[in-house]
């Protein structure tokens, strides 16, 4: 599994209400992802880091932030969470610069 | 905008047929390109395809890449029912090398 943990593994919340998903890494990689997964859309990218504090923004990064005070912690928050942001979330690291990504097991949130 | 498209979107087969999946990709800064099988939960790696006309192999499944007219196929020959599972193309660019997926191609082996 490449050392990579998220929690929550599911999460059902209110709309308006702030919520965080952590990625948590354990091999000290420098490239970590968050992607979300919708029917008919595949994964697709919402935030990256290539650094602590080093961050930048996806395709789909409206609603969401990121932050990376740590080299193992890549944190993803909706400040107010909303009904389309329901999803499945997906963690990823790079375990080197030319190297493929590995995935967590994901997150199901659902904003109710 | 960088685009990844997979086909067919779904594809149901008995066992010991071969298939064929499909991914065209219109990308800037290509670096390469990545197949990953996702079942229940995370998607999980393939292949890795930087370099046209080389097939990669693994058992019974292969791919091949063709940077000229920017598509991908995967292969899978005498399927098994464990093989059902959503097949993803990512295409790999930019300086962060970050990965654009395809929607996917549902395949599902009849016993």
């Known amino acids: 599994d490449a050392g990579i943990t998220q929690s929550p593994r599911h999460k059902v919340t209110e709309t308006g209400t702030p919520v965080t998903l952590r990625c948590h890494q354990t091999e000290n990689h420098r490239y970590m992802y968050w992607y979300r997964q919708d029917p008919g859309h595949g994964l697709r990218l919402i935030h990256y880091s290539y650094g602590v504090k080093d961050t930048d923004k996806g395709e789909v990064s409206d609603g969401y932030s990121v932050s990376r005070s740590k080299t193992e912690d890549f944190l993803l928050t909706l400040e107010s969470a909303t009904s389309s942001q329901t999803s499945v979330y997906f963690c990823a690291i790079r375990q080197g610069d030319y190297e493929k990504l590995f995935f967590g097991s994901g997150t199901q949130l659902s904003v109710l | 905008e960088d685009k990844v498209v997979q086909s067919p979107l779904s594809l149901v087969v008995h066992e010991g047929d071969t298939v064929t999946l499909n991914c065209s990709y219109e990308?800037?800064?290509?670096?390469?390109l990545l197949w990953y099988k996702q079942e229940k939960k995370a998607p999980t790696f393939l292949f890795m395809l930087t370099s046209s006309g080389i097939e990669k192999k693994s058992g019974r499944l292969s791919s091949i890449l063709d940077k000229k007219e920017l598509f991908s196929i995967l292969n899978i020959t005498a399927t098994q029912t464990g093989d059902s599972a959503v097949y993803l193309c990512?295409?790999?660019?930019?300086?962060?090398?970050?990965?654009?997926f395809g929607s996917g191609t549902q395949l599902t082996v009849l016993p």
């Open positions: 990512a295409v790999e660019s930019g300086s962060a090398r970050q990965l654009t």
């Open positions: 990308v800037t800064n290509f670096r390469s």
